[in-house]
């Protein structure tokens, strides 16, 4: 049989509200997932492939709104001379008969959804064995079905599925768990797998692609997809990394300490420089101790690069102000703000205060410091 090439993609999550973060970056954030149908056709024209298989979740929920699911068949019937394979996943189940109905009676030809777990001629020599996922805990292997599936004996078998391959102590104890071996005990030339975000190899045969749009920090950097080329019935397949994320995110640790410029080092943390930045979601995770001057320029760095950055935030609940006398004197050295200063500093350091107290002490103390600082300058 000729080489079969196809493009791997799970978890769109189209709809998605992204409802946590600041209103100028929410609707970009929503409308670049929207653009991942299109950076997924343009992947299958670059990699010469004509089908592209959507391991679930092209949805956020089993609901999503009218606009959100018509905007997106538009986007892949635009595509006409590719043909998309989709399965639901736990997110947009088949519980959701009015939305796959109403999704398959209008999509084109070119848009199939896959809505039971039978063998199907995708490509000629090519059968797709999908399982559509049938609830959001259907609690049991979907994939199980598979090394019992005959199909004819030339045919490149490619699974496509949506679940975990590990279990982290689901209620299911396990029963949905995917097993690692399910490409070699289902015959399968390449396992597709949907529902991790980021991209994992779990065998020469097993892949999840991860999303093509990150959407948390979890997963570092833009979203791929995969580009895969089997030459061959039994031949391990290429897989090709395609980047089709528009924005980056990023999170990276700052450990200070009293002896460092912890503006310096915050500068050195951050990404390039750049037009880049505008494109960019970036956690800084800070940690240690530095003193209150160190605080007030920390605060003035971060005050000047975040509005570079698509989002930007610092987390600090792990960096503690250092206090020295002569800090304390730069606040006052005695009257009413002295007293405040230091019953602040004790406070943040008093041995059985819960941890939310000590930190709106800490705070509280390098707000004080920055205001007299302000306005003695």
């Known amino acids: 049989m000729p080489t079969f090439r196809f493009i791997h993609s799970s978890d769109l999550h189209l709809g998605r509200r992204f409802s946590t973060y600041p209103e100028d970056i929410r609707g970009r954030l929503v409308e670049a997932r929207h653009s991942a149908i299109d950076a997924l056709a343009a992947a299958a024209r670059d990699h010469e492939a004509g089908d592209i298989f959507i ?13 959100v699911w018509r905007q997106a068949l ?29 999704f398959a009676d209008e999509a084109p030809e070119s848009v199939r959804i896959v809505d039971e777990p039978a063998p199907l001629e995708v490509a000629p020599g090519v059968s ?16 199980e079905w598979m090394s019992d599936c005959a199909t004819p004996e030339r045919h490149l078998r490619i ?10 102590g689901s209620e299911d104890d396990g029963r949905e768990t995917i097993p690692i071996d399910r490409a070699r005990t289902a015959r399968l030339d390449y396992l597709a797998l949907g529902d991790w975000h980021g991209f994992t190899k779990i065998a020469d045969r097993t892949f999840y692609s991860g ?48 002896e460092q410029d912890a503006a310096q080092a915050f500068m050195t943390a951050l990404p390039a420089s750049g037009a880049r930045r505008r494109n960019t979601l970036l956690r800084v995770l800070g940690s240690g101790w ?22 930007f935030e610092f987390v600090d609940k792990e960096l503690m102000t250092e206090c020295v006398a002569e800090d304390l004197d730069e606040i006052a050295e005695g009257g009413a703000l002295r007293v405040a200063a230091e019953a602040l500093y004790e406070d943040a350091r008093r041995d059985g205060a819960n941890e939310f107290d000590r930190r709106v002490a800490d705070a509280a103390l390098s707000r004080l410091y920055g205001f007299v600082r302000g306005q003695a300058q």
């Not at 679930?56 to 709104?65: A, H, K, Q």
């Not at 797709?128 to 994939?143: I, N, W």
């Open 290 to 311: 530095i003193r209150l001057p160190q605080r007030e320029a920390l605060e003035i760095a971060k005050e000047h690069a975040s509005p570079e950055f698509a989002h």
């Open 55 to 67: 391991a679930g979740d092209l949805f956020d929920t089993e609901t999503p709104s009218e606009r």
């Open 211 to 258: 999303s093509p749009e990150r959407d948390r920090f979890k997963h570092q950097g833009r979203g791929i997809c995969l580009a895969v080329t089997i030459s061959g019935r039994g031949t391990i397949p290429q897989i090709d990394k395609v980047e089709t994320g528009r924005f980056s995110w990023l999170e990276t640790e700052l450990h200070l300490t009293p």
């Open 128 to 143: 797709l064995l999908p399982s559509p996922v049938p609830s959001r805990f259907p609690g049991r292997d979907l994939t």
């Open 74 to 102: 538009a986007a892949m019937g635009a595509a006409h001379e590719l043909r998309w394979w989709i399965i639901p996943g736990n997110h947009d189940s088949l519980v959701a008969e009015a939305l796959w109905k109403r």
């Open 159 to 168: 699974g496509l599925a949506h679940g975990g391959v590990v279990t982290f």
